[in-house]
């Protein structure tokens, strides 16, 4: 996913992504540790989304606390 793409969901569309994308990463985890996952940088990938969707987040949070 790119910022631009992240920036344009809405709250609960963010952490809904957010949720799949941490189920994702526990199943690349557990596929890395028995051996039987494809592509490594797949986990690099996800936890850089995650990041990004958290970062979102907390920018949204700030914004709105500002604003009040």
């Excluded at 690349?28 to 987040?57: E, G, H, S």
């Amino acid at each position: 996913m790119k910022p631009t793409e992240v920036r344009q969901l809405s709250a609960e569309e963010l952490e809904s992504k957010l949720k799949d994308l941490k189920a994702e990463l526990f199943n690349l985890r557990f596929q890395l540790t028995i051996n039987q996952l494809d592509n490594p940088m797949r986990i690099k990938a996800v936890k850089k989304d995650i990041a990004r969707i958290k970062t979102v987040l907390r920018e949204n949070e700030l914004k709105d606390s500002a604003n009040a």
